[in-house]
Structure formats: C-alpha cells, structure tokens
C-alpha cells in the first residue's frame, strides 16, 4: 500500500470563490499567491505526517516483497532490481511494514473526513480533463485520477496480500507481484505529474507544513482521532490473526500407532487434524502449492505424528548418473549450485520453534550474502539461521534414509563460522542450518565441485559402481526421461555398501554406454542425536504419507521437548522433486502436548 499521494493539492475550489484577502486569477478560478513568496505553498501538519509514514512503511513494504519475489525462478525485473534489494530477515520487515500500512490508511481515511479535506481527491475532480481550463487545473485532475489508480492497486494488493498470507498461491502471486510493480512505476509518475503540476515548489510543499486552515466543516482533533482509529484497525487486525491460528493438540493414547499402518491404524482416527495450506513452491502440478494434513498423538514415552500431503508423483531419483562416450553424467539440473528442480528427490520438512516469528521463526534470510563476513550460499538464495534461539528441524528425504525407516533429525541455530572447504564453495555453506550430532549414511556417488569449476556437460567422476548391474536396476525399475513421472512403487534409487564396489576403470570399460545408475550410496549407520526420529512412509495417489515418531524428551540441546506447558510453534514445507524450493506458509501452527 502507499500513499505517496497524500501529498495535498493547492487549496483551490474548482467553483471560484478565493479567501479573503487572496488575488484571484477570475479567468481561471484558481487562488494565487505571489511567485516570489519562499512561504508558497505548504502543506497541513497532518498530510505531512501521514505522507512520510505512509511512504516510509510502503517503500519498506514493496522492497521487501521484490526481494522475496526475486527467489521466484521465473523472475525477470526483481531479478535485475537484486543489487539495490534489502538482504537478510526480510519476512518481518516485510509484515510489520503491511501493519503500519493498515495504521496509516485508518488514519488516513479518518484525518481526511475530520479535517474537511475529502474534496482534495473527490473523483468529480476527473471532469475538470474534459474543460477548457489553464494546465495546473489539468495536472490537478491528473494527479485525482493517479491517487484513484493507486487506491485500487492498493486494495488489489491487500486483498491478495491476505490470501499469500493465508497459505494460497498460484495466480495469485502473480497478480500481488504486479500490482507492487505497478505502484513501484506509480511512484516515478506521481512525482513528476506533481512537478508538472506546480514545479519544485509543489514538490517541497510535502516538506514545508504548516497549520491546517480551520473551516466551518472541519471537526475537533482529526489528527489524534484519525491515529486513534488506526491503532484500533491495527489491533484488531493483530487479534484476528492470533486468535485465528490453528492449534494443533497432540493428545494422549493408551496404544501406541503402529507406523507400518500408517493413517489406518484406528489410533488416527481420534486425533483430530489441522490443515495447513502451503505455496510458492515449485512443480506440484505446476500450482506450486500443496495442502498438508498433520495429526500428533503421544504415549508418555512418545511423541507420534502423522503427515498427509499432495504431491502428483513418486520422485525418489536423486540426481542419477548416466554413461555416455566421454564419461559419466548428471541427469538434473544444477548439481553444484544446491538448486536442483528436476531430477531430484520428494522431501517433505517440519520445524519446532519456541517462538512464533515471521519467517518461519526468524530463520529465513533472503540474498546473496545476508551475513557480510561469511560466504553466502552457492545459489544466491540465502541463508537458514537464527539470532540465537534453537529450532529443531526433521527432515524426510525418501532416497537418502526416509524409505528405510529415518527421518534427518536436524536443527537451525547462530550461524557458524565455515570449514575451507565451504569458505571455498567446494563445499555448501549453510550458516545455521545443521544436522544433529551423529551420523547419517547417505553420501553422494560423485566427487565435488564448485560451481566455478562445472559446466553443463562436464562429465564427472563417481565413487563407486553396481556389484551387480542388473540387480541394481531392477531395484531402480523403469526409466521415464520425464522428470515429473512417478517411479514404480518399491523401487528404490541408491546403492548400499554391499551393492556397489570402488570405481575402476576396468569395471566401468564393461558398463555399456546409456546405463543409468544413482546418485546416493548408503554408507555405514544413521546413529546419535541424529538418529532419533524414526518413521514409515508410502506415496499413493497423489499422496505422501508420513508417520514420525521421537521420544517426547531427548535431552539434546538441537531438540524441543514435547511436554505439557511447553508449546510450540510449527511450520512445515513441502518439496515435489526439489533441492530447495519448497512451498511455504508464513502463519505458524501452534502445538499443544496434553497432558
């Protein structure tokens, strides 16, 4: 929302009459003040406030949202806007922002009708573009009709801005990010339409206030009333949200769910579910967006959740390799830089936070290198950390131990300073995004790269081969060259230790050229804190459907007890065949462990 616009008019009445003691144009209609008076024109204490506040949380406001849009894939402008872009915690600013723009809008509206100052952009105004009358009254007509098309775009963005806020997507981000870029151009074009209208002196009249000239229709304190309303529209919009969140109760049960049952064991079907609408994502339909069902239930000893999402297809092949003349090749898209949106495994991920932050509690920082003395990340995205406080975070990855019983028991925290190898882009630097102490078995069956290192078509050098070839590949089932096919149920797409032996080149010379084999290799044992989140998992449907279960308390620093009078906050993410653009939703769950 902006109101660049409240910028006030000359205070000329279009039927003629002048103030007293005022010279007057007669053929025009128009009051004047002398060209040399440095005191002409001004503008009313109240415009001036409201103007700078206004512009100040809007500016903040569309800043922010371009950043967050040029993570889309398929940005054009915000892409070329990222070197002047705000980088870092931009979630926060971005909402805090909205709330002052529904607190300086209130008041706004309310200042307007108290002060008697409506009729400065009353649309009768417009007719004046259609007389014959001296060109400032044009401009004044002009700049009525660009502060009505900003009003719509104003409601367009809100009404939007509501429904991204509430979990939906698609067509819709479009629509919010072009009415912002709009605004964006309407900013350049409201001033020059001002200066148009009155040169340099109509500019800085919106820096030069004075008091506001009490009329006859004017009511008593449209100022302090006019704030007083707006911080009771910005309360209530606050209230609203809170009070709306949903709560999701992990409730207790004399049995157990067994895991292999998944939602069919009788135990889910007491626990009532929450719904959480995520967007902005990738694939998924091409909608991006994704509608996951949550369930908890506990023993005493264990805490049992039960996840249901859409997802069109089967996607467990993460970045295979095929043999061709000159060697062998990656099969997906953008393989050193983290950001592969093709060839690559479902995941789905869910956070525990013990405070309700923006931005999934504050660990969400946008750009290239929000921590100025560390390496950004290797696709320019940004950075998963937090200021201090620890998230827990589980992470399913089908391919890299989620088939076989394991949920990546991770958490986000302060970020830390890099190894040489990340320092040098060799490896991924992620600031505060971590696994757990311990183990986890999956490793990658090609050698890194930096991404200065690779280009398409390189081929690159893998670890290890098929013991036996034609074993591997039936477990690996029927090829489909479609990224957005489903694999055959069971089929698996890694390699264990005992399925693979060290790369030879006597070994590989026997592999005909075409062969397909993964890109993951089972190596030795999930174990310690990163081990502690066991689950059961099958896609069927259009659906994945995951039961996770972890003991209520841990004792590890990287977790979040679930204990009665300790809730928390939780956000979850969905990920159809993608490293790191998975959906999102900004409003958090609230979880509550009865006792």
């Given at each position: 929302?902006?109101?660049?616009?409240r910028?006030?008019?000359?205070?000329?009445p279009?039927?003629?009459?002048?103030?007293?003691?005022?010279?007057r144009?007669?053929r025009?209609?128009?009051?004047q003040?002398?060209?040399h008076d440095?005191?002409s024109?001004r503008?009313?204490?109240g415009?001036v406030l409201l103007h700078?506040?206004?512009?100040?949380a809007f500016l903040?406001?569309?800043?922010?949202?371009?950043?967050?849009?040029?993570d889309?894939?398929?940005a054009?402008?915000s892409?070329?806007l990222t070197p002047?872009?705000p980088q870092?915690?931009?979630?926060?600013w971005h909402?805090?922002?909205?709330?002052?723009l529904?607190f300086?809008?209130s008041t706004?509206?309310?200042?307007?009708r108290r002060?008697?100052?409506?009729?400065r952009?009353?649309p009768?105004?417009?007719k004046?573009?259609?007389?014959p009358?001296?060109?400032k009254?044009?401009?004044?007509?002009l700049?009525v009709?660009?502060?009505?098309?900003?009003?719509?775009?104003?409601v367009?963005?809100t009404g939007?801005?509501?429904?991204l806020y509430?979990?939906?997507g698609?067509?819709?981000?479009?629509?919010?990010?072009?009415a912002?870029f709009?605004?964006?151009g309407y900013i350049?074009?409201?001033?020059?339409s001002?200066?148009?209208?009155g040169?340099?002196?109509?500019?800085?009249r919106?820096?030069?206030?004075?008091?506001?000239i009490?009329?006859?229709?004017?009511?008593?304190?449209?100022?302090l009333?006019?704030a007083?309303?707006?911080?009771?529209?910005?309360?209530?919009?606050?209230?609203?949200?809170?009070f709306?969140?949903?709560?999701?109760?992990?409730?207790?049960v004399?049995?157990a769910?067994?895991?292999?049952?998944l939602?069919?064991?009788?135990v889910?079907a007491?626990?009532?579910?929450?719904?959480?609408?995520?967007?902005?994502g990738?694939?998924?339909?091409?909608?991006?967006?994704s509608l996951?069902?949550?369930?908890?239930v506990?023993?005493?000893?264990?805490a049992?959740f039960?996840f249901?999402?859409?997802d069109?297809?089967?996607?467990?092949r993460?970045?295979?390799?095929v043999?061709q003349?000159?060697?062998w090749?990656h099969i997906?898209?953008?393989?050193?830089?983290?950001?592969?949106?093709?060839?690559?495994?479902d995941?789905?991920a869910?956070?525990?936070s013990?405070?309700?932050?923006?931005?999934a509690?504050?660990?969400?920082h946008?750009?290239s290198?929000p921590?100025?003395n560390?390496?950004?990340s290797?696709?320019?995205r940004?950075?998963?950390?937090?200021?201090?406080?620890m998230v827990?975070?589980?992470?399913w990855?089908?391919?890299r131990?989620g088939?076989?019983?394991?949920?990546?028991?991770m958490?986000?925290?302060?970020?830390?300073?890099?190894?040489?190898?990340?320092?040098s882009?060799l490896a991924?630097?992620?600031?505060?995004y971590w696994?757990?102490?311990?183990?986890a078995?999956y490793?990658?069956?090609?050698?890194a790269?930096?991404p200065?290192?690779?280009h398409?078509?390189q081929?690159?050098h893998?670890?290890?081969l098929?013991?036996?070839?034609?074993?591997t590949?039936?477990?690996m089932?029927?090829w489909?060259?479609?990224p957005?096919?489903?694999v055959?149920?069971?089929?698996?797409?890694?390699m264990?230790?005992?399925?693979?032996?060290?790369?030879?080149?006597?070994?590989?010379?026997?592999?005909?050229?075409?062969t397909i084999?993964?890109g993951?290799?089972?190596?030795?044992?999930?174990s310690g804190?990163?081990?502690?989140?066991?689950a059961?998992?099958?896609?069927?449907?259009?659906?994945w459907t995951l039961?996770?279960?972890?003991n209520?308390?841990t004792?590890?620093k990287?977790?979040?007890?679930?204990?009665?009078?300790h809730d928390l906050?939780?956000w979850?993410s969905?990920?159809d065949?993608?490293?790191?653009?998975?959906?999102r939703?900004?409003?958090p769950?609230?979880?509550?462990?009865?006792?």
């Amino acid at each position: 929302m902006s109101h660049l616009t409240r910028v006030a008019f000359w205070r000329t009445p279009l039927s003629g009459r002048s103030p007293a003691g005022s010279p007057r144009d007669a053929r025009a209609g128009v009051t004047q003040r002398p060209a040399h008076d440095p005191s002409s024109p001004r503008s009313d204490f109240g415009t001036v406030l409201l103007h700078w506040g206004t512009a100040t949380a809007f500016l903040i406001s569309l800043f922010t949202g371009i950043r967050i849009a040029s993570d889309n894939p398929k940005a054009i402008v915000s892409k070329w806007l990222t070197p002047i872009l705000p980088q870092g915690e931009i979630w926060s600013w971005h909402f805090f922002a909205g709330l002052a723009l529904f607190f300086f809008g209130s008041t706004y509206i309310l200042y307007m009708r108290r002060s008697s100052l409506s009729r400065r952009a009353a649309p009768k105004r417009l007719k004046v573009l259609l007389l014959p009358v001296v060109s400032k009254l044009k401009f004044a007509a002009l700049n009525v009709g660009l502060h009505w098309l900003l009003y719509s775009l104003i409601v367009l963005m809100t009404g939007t801005g509501i429904a991204l806020y509430l979990g939906f997507g698609n067509w819709l981000v479009y629509i919010h990010s072009t009415a912002a870029f709009i605004a964006l151009g309407y900013i350049f074009v409201h001033v020059t339409s001002h200066y148009l209208m009155g040169g340099i002196w109509q500019l800085l009249r919106i820096v030069r206030p004075t008091r506001l000239i009490a009329t006859k229709a004017m009511r008593p304190r449209p100022l302090l009333l006019g704030a007083a309303a707006g911080v009771v529209v910005t309360l209530a919009i606050v209230g609203a949200d809170w009070f709306t969140r949903d709560t999701l109760v992990m409730r207790p049960v004399s049995v157990a769910p067994k895991p292999e049952r998944l939602l069919d064991d009788p135990v889910w079907a007491s626990a009532r579910p929450v719904y959480i609408r995520t967007a902005q994502g990738i694939n998924l339909g091409g909608t991006g967006e994704s509608l996951v069902e949550i369930r908890a239930v506990h023993d005493d000893k264990k805490a049992y959740f039960a996840f249901r999402w859409e997802d069109p297809s089967r996607s467990v092949r993460r970045l295979p390799i095929v043999k061709q003349a000159d060697g062998w090749h990656h099969i997906g898209d953008n393989p050193y830089i983290d950001d592969v949106t093709t060839f690559y495994e479902d995941k789905f991920a869910i956070i525990f936070s013990t405070t309700a932050a923006f931005g999934a509690g504050g660990v969400a920082h946008f750009g290239s290198k929000p921590l100025a003395n560390e390496p950004g990340s290797r696709n320019g995205r940004g950075l998963h950390y937090t200021d201090g406080h620890m998230v827990d975070m589980w992470q399913w990855k089908p391919s890299r131990g989620g088939l076989s019983g394991h949920v990546d028991d991770m958490y986000i925290g302060s970020p830390r300073d890099p190894t040489a190898a990340e320092a040098s882009q060799l490896a991924r630097y992620q600031a505060g995004y971590w696994g757990d102490p311990g183990n986890a078995y999956y490793v990658y069956n090609f050698e890194a790269l930096r991404p200065s290192e690779y280009h398409d078509g390189q081929p690159v050098h893998i670890k290890r081969l098929p013991k036996d070839l034609a074993a591997t590949q039936k477990l690996m089932g029927h090829w489909d060259p479609d990224p957005d096919a489903s694999v055959d149920d069971g089929s698996h797409w890694w390699m264990t230790e005992d399925e693979s032996v060290p790369y030879t080149p006597e070994l590989d010379a026997k592999i005909p050229i075409g062969t397909i084999i993964p890109g993951v290799l089972h190596i030795g044992e999930y174990s310690g804190d990163r081990n502690d989140v066991s689950a059961a998992a099958h896609w069927q449907d259009g659906h994945w459907t995951l039961i996770a279960s972890r003991n209520l308390t841990t004792g590890s620093k990287y977790d979040q007890d679930f204990v009665p009078g300790h809730d928390l906050y939780i956000w979850v993410s969905v990920f159809d065949h993608t490293q790191t653009r998975h959906t999102r939703h900004p409003r958090p769950v609230r979880l509550v462990v009865q006792e």
